[in-house]
């Protein structure tokens, strides 16, 4: 049987409507001329979507049949919350970048009870968002503003002024936010970012904005399982502004039930993992390498390994300096 390494995957592109293409400009992807790319999954166990190992003597290998033959070494210690879900063998968490070059619609994702009893059942999807760039004047839309209650917000879907019940702000780079299933949010455009979420892909649609697909048609929204799905006690989300550090510093920004996510500002070689976690190590700036890449090359901006939970702490080197997201799964 062979051995867990860190562990690169080739990303999977989603073409959505509202994409663009900047995953060329600042990441330095190579991109099909006259597409759009909404969403770079870079970690994804998800039916037919799976991440595929790109090195070493895994390469051609599924995320799901890692988890399948390898599951306690890349996880760690089972997940107490997640045993009894019908999707417990799948790979919690899902990693991506989203460039918004239009509006996404509004909209809110169920929680793990919800999900569990749609058809196909699907995990719920709490998520958090990096803003790596962000045009001037755009927006985020981040939970219903103070005394939105569902009368209310029913009543602005039908008069067509949902968005006017929605709390936004103009992120900077850097900023995070946590989005708990159940929040009312939505991404506007200019906007690119990185997302950490549970390894779901059900979306319920408050409102896309009155537009049209390529053909001609407005995309469906579901109103009921939206109204259903949201927590009307949440209220507006605000977003987390990191200090900048100076220093080898793990920066702890968000924890929660399925994640905990820090950001590193590395000037000189430090340790990552060895925890008996799996993390998953994103570079938002400059180049890192690490130790027992088989790629043969550092990870620059927008490239992301998995540290698989056996591995004893490893060694990373910024090149000269780095900026990362560290991934903990829980």
């Given amino acids: 049987m062979t051995s867990l390494y860190p562990l690169r995957f080739e990303p999977l592109y989603k073409h959505y409507l509202w994409g663009g293409r900047r995953f060329e400009t600042l990441l330095g992807r190579r991109l099909e001329p006259e597409q759009v790319y909404a969403e770079s999954w870079e970690i994804a166990d998800h039916g037919e979507d799976q991440s595929i190992v790109r090195f070493g003597p895994l390469a051609g290998t599924s995320l799901h049949q890692l988890m399948v033959e390898h599951r306690d070494e890349l996880l760690g210690r089972p997940r107490p919350t997640s045993a009894d879900h019908p999707l417990a063998d799948r790979f919690p968490l899902l990693f991506k970048f989203l460039d918004a070059a239009a509006n996404l619609s509004l909209q809110v994702h169920p929680d793990n009870a919800m999900a569990a009893r749609l058809d196909p059942p699907d995990l719920g999807k709490t998520e958090a968002w990096f803003v790596l760039a962000a045009e001037p004047?755009?927006?985020?839309?981040?939970?219903?503003?103070?005394?939105?209650?569902?009368?209310?917000?029913?009543?602005?879907?039908?008069?067509?002024?949902?968005?006017?019940?929605?709390?936004?702000f103009e992120p900077t780079p850097g900023d995070c936010l946590f989005l708990p299933a159940g929040t009312v949010h939505g991404l506007g455009a200019g906007i690119m970012l990185a997302e950490i979420q549970q390894a779901s892909d059900t979306t319920f649609r408050l409102f896309d904005w009155n537009r049209t697909g390529p053909d001609g048609r407005r995309r469906p929204l579901h109103i009921e399982q939206a109204l259903a799905a949201i927590d009307f006690d949440a209220g507006p989300a605000q977003p987390v502004r990191i200090p900048v550090a100076d220093e080898n510093t793990a920066v702890p920004v968000?924890?929660?039930?399925?994640?905990?996510?820090?950001?590193?500002?590395?000037r000189r070689?430090?340790?990552?993992?060895?925890?008996?976690?799996?993390?998953?190590?994103?570079?938002?700036?400059?180049?890192?390498?690490?130790?027992?890449?088989?790629?043969?090359?550092?990870?620059?901006?927008?490239q992301t390994i998995l540290l698989p939970a056996a591995l004893p702490a490893v060694a990373v080197g910024a090149e000269p300096t780095a900026t990362l997201l560290d991934v903990k799964v829980s």
Wanted: aromatic share 8%.
């Fill in 137 to 168: 004047g755009s927006r985020i839309y981040a939970g219903l503003k103070p005394g939105v209650d569902r009368a209310t917000l029913a009543r602005a879907i039908e008069e067509g002024t949902c968005a006017e019940c929605v709390h936004w």
């Fill in 254 to 266: 968000i924890d929660c039930d399925y994640f905990t996510l820090f950001r590193w500002s590395l």
């Fill in 269 to 302: 070689p430090a340790f990552l993992g060895g925890d008996g976690r799996c993390h998953l190590v994103s570079v938002l700036d400059g180049s890192a390498s690490i130790e027992g890449d088989p790629a043969g090359a550092p990870l620059s901006r927008g």
